[in-house]
T-cell receptor, first 117, second 113 residues
Framework: GAVVSQHPSWVICKSGTSVKIECRSL??????MFWYRQFPKQSLMLMAT?????????EQGVEKDKFLINHASLTLSTLTVTSAHPEDSSFYIC?????????????FGPGTRLTVL | DAKTTQPTSMDCAEGRAANLPCNHS???????VYWYRQIHSQGPQYIIH???NNETNEMASLIITEDRKSSTLILPHATLRDTAVYYC??????????????FGQGTILTVHP
């Protein structure tokens, strides 16, 4: 099956710093990538949808100036958490969608655990 | 997208079949039923999806009722590694909601030795 990787798998940073998380589709081209956030004991919540070469579409309540998304190629999307604070500590997961319109299957990365001190 | 209802948790003995129900009574004709699972601290894993007919793959079977208002995911021989949160998601495949998955709380399946 299609493989999606994320880097780093975990990161600890100080409050006020920025953190960049990479999401790569390793063996396929993804026209669309998605970013989710998951707090402990909660379900995944979609943050934004990212299409290659265009601006990301953010879900209601997600600050686009705080969570910068760049999707510069068909295999790479990045999420930058700017000026991170302890409340941004969470499990960030990306997914990539294949070009097949009918099935719209998504493949998920392993996630990145962010801890802001 | 239609809302789904799943039991909060279920238990299953190793080697037995695990049957996970999902209610989606407001599903519309062009919405698919998808199942994903998430093992602790990992990204979700695709299991199976279907529209009307029952589906089977190497991981599981999906049984959709004739009126499409509910479905059951069947893991035929559950193992300890199948312990995970299972998400049933109903989603329109196409249009402006392309690719969008809305995760509910899912069912915590615990497989016991």
């Amino acid at each position: 099956g299609a493989v999606v990787s994320q880097h780093p798998s975990w990161v600890i940073c100080k409050s006020g710093t920025s953190v960049k998380i990479e999401c790569r589709s390793l063996d396929f081209q993804a026209t669309t990538m998605f970013w989710y956030r998951q707090f402990p004991k909660q379900s995944l919540m979609l943050m934004a949808t990212s299409n290659e070469g265009s601006k990301a579409t953010y879900e209601q309540g997600v600050e686009k100036d705080k969570f910068l998304i760049n999707h510069a190629s068909l295999t790479l999307s990045t999420l930058t958490v700017t000026s991170a604070h302890p409340e941004d500590s969470s499990f960030y997961i990306c997914s990539a969608a294949l070009r097949d319109w009918v099935y719209n299957e998504q493949f998920f990365g392993p996630g990145t655990r962010l801890t802001v001190l | 997208d239609a809302k789904t209802t799943q039991p909060t948790s279920m238990d299953c003995a190793e080697g037995r079949a695990a049957n996970l129900p999902c209610n989606h009574s407001t599903i519309s004709g062009n919405e698919y039923v998808y199942w994903y699972r998430q093992i602790h601290s990992q990204g979700p894993q695709y299991i199976i999806h279907g529209l009307k007919n029952n589906e089977t793959n190497e991981m599981a079977s999906l049984i959709i009722t004739e009126d499409r208002k509910s479905s059951t995911l069947i893991l035929p021989h559950a193992t300890l590694r199948d312990t995970a949160v299972y998400y049933c998601i109903v989603r329109f495949a196409g249009g402006t909601s392309y690719g969008k998955l809305t995760f509910g709380q899912g069912t915590i399946l615990t497989v016991h030795p």
